[in-house]
Protein backbone atom coordinates (compact mmCIF):
# COMPACT_ATOMS: atom_id res chain seq x y z
CA UNK A 1 0.00 0.00 0.00
CA UNK A 2 1.12 3.57 -1.36
CA UNK A 3 2.08 5.75 1.88
CA UNK A 4 -0.48 8.84 2.45
CA UNK A 5 0.66 12.23 2.25
CA UNK A 6 1.37 15.09 -0.10
CA UNK A 7 4.50 15.52 -2.33
CA UNK A 8 6.85 17.44 -4.57
CA UNK A 9 8.96 16.68 -7.92
CA UNK A 10 10.96 19.39 -9.41
CA UNK A 11 11.23 19.33 -13.11
CA UNK A 12 13.84 20.98 -14.83
CA UNK A 13 14.93 21.34 -18.49
CA UNK A 14 17.55 18.05 -17.86
CA UNK A 15 14.51 16.26 -17.66
CA UNK A 16 12.59 16.57 -21.02
CA UNK A 17 12.28 13.86 -23.28
CA UNK A 18 12.36 11.54 -19.67
CA UNK A 19 9.63 9.68 -17.37
CA UNK A 20 9.76 11.02 -14.14
CA UNK A 21 7.00 9.50 -12.37
CA UNK A 22 5.25 6.09 -13.22
CA UNK A 23 2.93 5.57 -10.34
CA UNK A 24 -0.61 6.09 -9.88
CA UNK A 25 -0.97 9.56 -8.40
CA UNK A 26 -3.61 12.80 -7.70
CA UNK A 27 -1.99 15.90 -9.28
CA UNK A 28 -2.72 18.57 -6.66
CA UNK A 29 -1.24 21.88 -8.15
CA UNK A 30 1.36 22.48 -11.10
CA UNK A 31 3.51 25.37 -10.31
CA UNK A 32 5.92 26.52 -13.42
CA UNK A 33 8.75 29.59 -12.60
CA UNK A 34 10.04 30.82 -15.04
CA UNK A 35 13.75 32.56 -15.37
CA UNK A 36 15.37 35.51 -16.93
CA UNK A 37 15.64 34.12 -19.96
CA UNK A 38 12.59 32.56 -20.46
CA UNK A 39 10.97 34.48 -23.27
CA UNK A 40 7.37 34.45 -25.10
CA UNK A 41 6.43 31.23 -26.56
CA UNK A 42 8.73 29.25 -24.29
CA UNK A 43 6.31 25.76 -23.85
CA UNK A 44 5.36 23.56 -20.93
CA UNK A 45 4.08 20.75 -21.68
CA UNK A 46 3.77 16.97 -19.56
CA UNK A 47 2.53 13.59 -21.11
CA UNK A 48 1.75 10.00 -20.34
CA UNK A 49 4.24 7.87 -21.68
CA UNK A 50 2.24 7.22 -25.02
CA UNK A 51 2.45 10.73 -26.09
CA UNK A 52 -0.97 11.96 -24.54
CA UNK A 53 -1.19 15.33 -22.91
CA UNK A 54 -1.62 15.75 -19.37
CA UNK A 55 -0.81 19.35 -18.97
CA UNK A 56 0.50 22.40 -21.01
CA UNK A 57 1.38 25.77 -20.59
CA UNK A 58 3.01 28.81 -22.46
CA UNK A 59 4.76 31.65 -21.40
CA UNK A 60 4.38 35.13 -22.25
CA UNK A 61 7.65 36.73 -21.03
CA UNK A 62 10.61 36.74 -18.31
CA UNK A 63 10.10 35.14 -15.02
CA UNK A 64 6.92 33.29 -16.72
CA UNK A 65 4.94 32.07 -13.34
CA UNK A 66 2.17 30.05 -13.85
CA UNK A 67 0.37 27.65 -10.86
CA UNK A 68 -2.73 25.29 -11.84
CA UNK A 69 -4.65 23.75 -9.46
CA UNK A 70 -6.09 20.63 -9.83
CA UNK A 71 -7.27 17.02 -8.18
CA UNK A 72 -6.62 15.09 -11.62
CA UNK A 73 -5.89 11.08 -11.48
CA UNK A 74 -2.87 9.98 -13.34
CA UNK A 75 -2.38 6.95 -13.66
CA UNK A 76 -0.11 6.23 -16.59
CA UNK A 77 3.10 7.80 -15.38
CA UNK A 78 4.80 11.23 -16.31
CA UNK A 79 6.72 12.33 -19.36
CA UNK A 80 8.34 15.74 -19.51
CA UNK A 81 7.86 16.52 -23.22
CA UNK A 82 8.83 20.41 -23.39
CA UNK A 83 10.32 22.39 -20.76
CA UNK A 84 12.18 25.31 -22.52
CA UNK A 85 13.56 27.17 -19.11
CA UNK A 86 12.88 27.36 -15.74
CA UNK A 87 11.55 24.76 -13.59
CA UNK A 88 7.89 22.59 -12.68
CA UNK A 89 6.95 21.90 -9.28
CA UNK A 90 4.84 19.20 -9.61
CA UNK A 91 2.54 18.58 -5.85
CA UNK A 92 1.12 15.55 -5.54
CA UNK A 93 -0.57 12.58 -3.29
CA UNK A 94 -0.17 9.50 -3.29
CA UNK A 95 -3.23 8.09 -2.34
CA UNK A 96 -5.54 7.61 -5.27
CA UNK A 97 -8.72 6.78 -3.54
CA UNK A 98 -10.05 9.97 -4.31
Not at 15 to 33: M, Y
Request: proline content about 2%; aromatic content about 10%; hydrophobic content about 40%.
Amino acid sequence: MATVGRYIITVTTADVGNIVFTEPIIVKRIHILGTAGTVAGHAYRLEDPSGNLLYRSQANGAYYESESITQRKWTGGIKVAALASGEMYIEYDLDTKY
